[in-house]
């Protein structure tokens, strides 16, 4: 039982750690989020009015965490892949082989047109672990800063202005219809 989703896991992940740490990332707020809803919703010593104000803030905290994590870290996880893959960032052994094959890839290194994942299918002699083993770890790299950024920069500065917002929203509603009270 343990053995087959360990094998989806390997086999997904391999050969981008990356898309890993986005994925798991992601879960990982959305799991927090959950937690942190629930615990509002299902404790008793918050009264039924905090409840109302705290909840919807706690949704929009949510949306916000895993919103900006997941775009942040999947943007620069296909960024940083992309110059992987155009040859724009690469090992030394890429280099070399783009070097030796200036006839075929010398002015397209670092373009778009460039694919180094479609040049190791048709050529035997591109070193293909070696550009893997860089490019797994580059985006990795890049995604793991980002992370950083979007987990301890971003997230705060936009679920605090969200907050602000929301707060004075709620606080220029009445806490009761006009109407309704009474002396």
Known sequence: ???????????????????????????????????????????????????????PQEVLDAVVNIGSFFLITQMTKKIVSKMASTGKIAPQKVRDYLNKNKDLYGDKVGKLSLDLDEVLKNNPKFPTESYYSYKNYVTTLGTVGASIVASNIVTPVLRNAGASDFQKYFNKKPAYPSGSMKV
Do not use: C, H
Not at 22 to 50: D, H, M, Y
């Open 1 to 55: 039982m343990v053995k087959s989703p360990l094998d989806w896991i390997y086999n997904n992940f391999k050969r981008n750690t990356a898309k890993m740490l986005v994925v798991t990332g992601t879960i990982g707020w959305g799991l927090s989020s959950l937690a942190q809803i629930g615990a509002v919703l299902f404790n008793p010593k918050i009264p039924r009015e905090q409840k109302a104000f705290l909840v």
